[in-house]
């Protein structure tokens, strides 16, 4: 993971990285962004980026909220500026990651921001997560015990 935030990633890295991520399937886009920036109703929200249209310069937003929004093609230097207002949750800027397997072949580090993040513990604004420990999800939950349309399973 490559975490950016909205005030680290200039808006050239920012479409840099988009056109990156909609060139690839084994790469991914995550915005944090301002509805309210882009004239929808709510505060800040996560959704990925699906596509991107260079005549247009406008990117695909695959809304996360589909009761909400559906997904919609929203103009790049637009999204860039969602990203720059201030969580009122952390008081920290909204930003995007970067995200891919850990046995991927892709080399995050190649995307990783020039600009130091400073809330990053690390200067790259790389994030390793951990491995999912074996006992978080062990088994699927079953339909109930009368049930025969599913039984728990190994994962």
């Known amino acids: 993971v490559i975490a950016k935030r909205g ?3 200039s ?3 920012f479409v840099r990285d988009i056109k990156y991520v909609t060139q ?3 790469v991914f886009m995550v915005l944090s962004f301002a509805r309210a920036a882009m004239g929808q109703t709510g505060d ?3 959704s990925p980026i699906g596509a991107f249209h260079e005549g247009s310069n406008q990117a695909l937003v695959l809304d996360s909220a589909r009761y909400k929004y559906p997904s919609w093609f929203g103009d790049v230097d637009r999204l860039y500026d969602s990203l720059q207002p201030v969580d009122p949750e952390t008081n920290l800027p909204r ?3 970067l995200i891919s ?3 991927s072949r892709l080399d995050l580090s190649l995307l990783a921001s020039s600009n130091v993040d400073r809330d990053s513990k690390d200067s790259s604004g790389i994030v390793d997560l951990p491995e999912r420990p074996a006992d978080v999800f062990p088994t699927t939950l ?5 049930s025969s349309c599913c ?3 190994q994962l």
């Open 142 to 146: 079953s339909c109930g015990k009368k």
């Open 151 to 153: 039984s728990a399973k």
């Open 44 to 46: 800040g929200h996560f």
């Open 101 to 103: 397997r850990r046995d």
């Open 95 to 97: 930003g995007y990651f």
């Open 24 to 26: 690839r399937d084994d």
């Open 7 to 9: 005030t680290t990633a």
């Open 11 to 13: 808006r050239e890295e």
